[in-house]
């Protein structure tokens, strides 16, 4: 797809400066932008989301293209707290019971 764009004067001069300083050309730099604000935008969303209660970490972290640790570690970095439901710790309990299980039967 080609998108056009067209940016003030500063916008442009400040595209020039960057283009140079990085010997990247001014395509790929415009393109690096849309993406980092994109990827940025899919965190925000999916913490947003999070913090509402409407989506799970898994979910969240889907949403937000990071595997889950990774997500865990930037809700931590900006000091939310885990939701940590019933369901949650069961299923994670299920999990260490049927763990242990394998692990005696070798």
Do not use: C, H
Not at 18 to 42: G, M
Not at 82 to 104: C, S
């Amino acid at each position: 797809m080609e998108i056009t764009v067209n940016l003030k004067d500063d916008y442009l001069k400040w595209l020039q400066e960057i283009s140079k300083e990085t010997s990247t050309d001014k395509e790929e730099l415009v393109k690096s932008f849309i993406i980092k604000y994109i990827q940025e935008y899919k965190i925000k969303k999916a913490i947003r989301k999070y913090t509402e209660g409407s989506v799970s970490l898994g979910k969240a972290s889907e949403i937000a293209g990071l595997p889950k640790r990774m997500f865990m570690y930037k809700l931590q970095e900006i000091g939310i707290a885990l939701n940590v439901y019933e369901t949650d710790i069961m299923k994670g309990a299920d999990t260490l019971i049927e763990a242990r299980k394998l692990k005696k039967s070798v």
